[in-house]
């Protein structure tokens, strides 16, 4: 950059001094801007000539630096970018709970198909149990499944065919918080894992022993911890890529009405067994109460009755 300005002589100075009084403030700036454009031009030479003399080795130092530096800063920028923009994916977990009723000859076939049919979905089986019906106890089933989205309503389907539904309960819960979250401290630990490997493969910054054993040990805790919170987040992950569907299996039950039913001369020809079994069985049991004490105190007690009785009986003859 070259300042160029045009000055007048002497005597023109002296005229005009005389006839304005205000250029000589002008002529006064131009002169501090001319040497100021000389200083400026000075320094600019003198400092791009260390530039160009050594212009290698800068250049070499900022490569070096570059790629010791860790990428934090930018790591850092996309993750604010990340939290800062809209919400645009929901993680939810949802889980339904049905009841089924079937015939109670039909209970163990209608499991069977249900679970057959799981396994021609994409559906994982996560419990399953049978047990079928006995003079002592009702027969029930249960199968406890994940189902991809996709495929609940032909689950569904599949269940109205075999059996009826009696109650379905659905809940939702919101995961999207516990998912950005752990997504976050994946990040932050695999940047600080890396961070640990360039310190390490590092020759030129010399180290202690200490120093090496220190990152090493360092880098195998990050290393488990980063494992740690990649399993929760593969189980946040199953939670919420797919539904968890838990069916009740119980046998259908058959209401008699009628006014035989509520009869109560009948009721009681009916309970009548069972009061009569209820009444020796108590029976039963007082006696099994009481016959050891009366073996134990009766005994003695006649044996000296009747002893009482045959002195007196003899008085008396």
Not at 49 to 68: D, F, H, N, Q, T
Not at 106 to 111: G, M
Not at 149 to 177: F, M
């Amino acid at each position: 950059m070259t300042c160029r300005k045009q000055l007048r002589s002497p005597s023109s100075f002296s005229s005009s001094f005389a006839r304005r009084p205000g250029v000589l403030l002008l002529v006064l700036a131009a002169a501090l801007s001319l040497g100021g454009c000389k200083r400026s031009d000075n320094e600019t030479s003198a400092a791009a000539e260390p530039a160009v003399a050594y212009g290698g080795s800068m250049r070499m130092k900022s490569a070096r630096l570059e790629a010791a530096a860790p990428p934090a800063p930018a790591a850092a920028t996309a993750s604010d970018q990340a939290q800062d923009a809209p919400l645009q994916q929901r993680f939810l977990a949802v889980r339904q709970e049905l009841n089924i009723e079937v015939p109670p000859e039909q209970l163990a076939d209608a499991w069977g198909k249900v679970r057959e049919l799981c396994g021609t979905l994409q559906c994982e089986l996560l419990s399953s149990s049978l047990l079928r019906e006995t003079p002592q106890q009702p027969g029930n089933a249960m199968l406890e499944m994940r189902v991809a989205p996709a495929d609940v309503d032909k689950l569904l389907g599949g269940l109205a065919g075999v059996a009826r539904v009696v109650s379905q309960n659905t809940t939702s819960e919101d995961k999207t918080a516990e998912v950005i979250d752990v997504e976050a401290r994946i990040r932050n630990r695999i940047e600080f894992r890396d961070s640990l490997r360039l310190m390490l493969r590092d020759t030129v910054t010399k180290r202690t022993m200490a120093d090496l054993l220190a990152i090493q040990r360092t880098l195998s805790d990050t290393q488990a911890e980063l494992d740690a919170i990649a399993t929760q987040r593969k189980v946040l992950e199953q939670q919420t890529s797919k539904q968890h569907i838990q069916v009740q299996f119980t046998p259908a039950r058959t209401l008699v009405q009628g006014g035989r039913s509520y009869n109560p001369m009948m009721r009681a020809l009916r309970e009548a067994g069972s009061v009569l079994a209820e009444s020796v069985g108590a029976l039963i049991t007082f006696l099994a109460a009481v016959l050891p004490w009366l073996l134990l105190v009766g005994l003695p007690l006649a044996w000296l009755v009747r002893l009482l009785w045959r002195r007196r009986r003899t008085k008396a003859a």
